[in-house]
């Protein structure tokens, strides 16, 4: 599996961090040994919203080359989403399997076409903004439906991260990660009321 994340200005770190420390775990399983990531921009040097600095060495590439692409929030999101440029480079995803994001991140797979028809979740301050974009907001910590997944505000991040490996591999997997993470909060096996799926 090869996996993009997309960063930006203001985006906010802890939403691709959170997702980004759960998910790359995979890749410490036999199944998922060749798995591999890479850092994606418009530009080479990203700063979020606190004033961190991030160099990219990889900008703009086709996104269709991976299987997973995966997109933080923001307050940024609000304005970008409506940016012609980044929003055609992030259409460029539209073949890769799964699409993902957390936060106000569903903005942005929203206006290049991905939630069409989707239930979908964002930040709570930004659930009118995602509703012209899919079919259903889900007041949710995490939704899935189909091979889109979107996850709440920020910290969701982490949960989103868990439900993905889950969803991929299996609950025990998804446990596993979750001790190595010691982090107590996620319930693998849980497909209602805070995880949301539909396939």
């Known amino acids: 599996m090869k996996m993009a994340f997309i960063l930006f200005d203001g985006m906010t770190s802890l939403d691709l961090i959170g997702f980004y420390d759960a998910v790359t775990r995979l890749r410490l399983f036999q199944s998922f040994e060749h798995m591999t990531w ?34 933080p929030g923001g307050f940024a999101t609000r304005q970008l989403r409506h940016d012609a440029a980044f929003v055609g480079w992030l259409q460029t995803a539209r073949e890769a ?20 028809g989707k239930r979908a979740t964002t930040n709570a301050s930004a659930y009118e903004l995602l509703a012209p974009y899919c079919s259903e907001v889900v007041k949710a910590r995490v939704v899935r439906d189909g091979r889109v997944f979107t996850g709440g505000g920020v910290s969701a991040s982490i949960d989103l991260g868990l439900y993905v490996i889950e969803s991929l591999a299996g609950v025990d997997v998804a446990i596993e990660v979750q001790q190595k993470m010691d982090y107590p909060y996620y319930r693998a096996g849980q497909k209602s009321g805070a995880y949301m799926s539909w396939n």
Do not use: N, Q
């Open 38 to 71: 890479d850092f994606c921009a418009m530009r080479e040097e990203i700063v979020d919203d606190r004033g961190m600095t991030f160099r990219i060495r990889h900008v703009r590439p086709h996104l269709s080359g991976y299987d997973l692409v995966f997109v």
């Open 97 to 116: 399997e799964y699409k993902v994001s957390v936060c106000t991140g569903a903005l942005l797979l929203g206006s290049a076409g991905f939630l069409e």
